[in-house]
């Protein structure tokens, strides 16, 4: 238990400081006077580029329509919840390393994003893929990486990986 502690410490730790550097970096060297664009960064041509974008409004613009307040309560209020089952989940009995670092992974996003919209209102977001501006993805930042790869890593190890016996061993979940 101790060192899940340490690798769970570790990987939040390293991920909010990391992802919240980024973001203040990405701002102050992107966002305009009135807190949107200023520049971008072609990183490589058509595909990449770091734009900041201020989004107050969740994943993909989702909660776009929503009074600001309802909105921003909401979010803050879920990713509250989102926190304390993440943290849950990860230290139940029985919990692998790999699920550990998963929801580890999913936690040190959730933090990172939770404390842009406490603080600021909005969250960060600076990383732009898009094919030639004729496909685009959703401007991210660090922390929805973060989030991504630990979801990836959940839904494989849920998908492939034999379930968990009472008793610690791989196979059969025994009958108690």
Do not use: C
């Not at 203040?24 to 595909?47: F, N, P």
């Not at 909005?122 to 898009?130: K, N, P």
């Not at 890593?153 to 059969?172: A, E, N, R």
Request: net charge positive; no cysteine.
């Amino acid at each position: 238990m101790k060192s899940r502690l340490i690798v769970v410490g570790l990987i939040l730790l390293i991920g909010v400081v990391l992802d919240l550097w980024t973001k203040a970096w990405a701002e102050s060297r992107l966002a305009g006077k009135d807190g949107g664009r200023r520049q971008e960064i072609e990183i490589v041509e058509d595909y990449f580029h770091l734009t900041f974008v201020p989004n107050p409004h969740g994943a993909f613009s989702l909660f776009e329509k929503l009074p600001e307040t309802v909105r921003r309560t909401g979010l803050i209020v879920a990713s509250l919840l989102a926190v304390g089952v993440i943290t849950a989940l990860m230290f139940r009995p029985g919990t692998g390393w790999w699920m550990t670092v998963a929801f580890a992974l999913v936690l040190s996003g959730a933090v990172g994003n939770l404390y842009d919209r406490v603080f600021l209102g909005y969250v960060r977001d600076f990383i732009d893929w898009h094919y030639k501006r004729e496909f685009t993805w959703p401007t991210f930042n660090l922390a929805d990486s973060y989030i991504s790869v630990g979801v990836t890593i959940l839904v494989v190890m849920t998908l492939f990986s034999k379930p968990v016996k009472s008793d610690g061993k791989k196979g059969q979940p025994s009958k108690a």
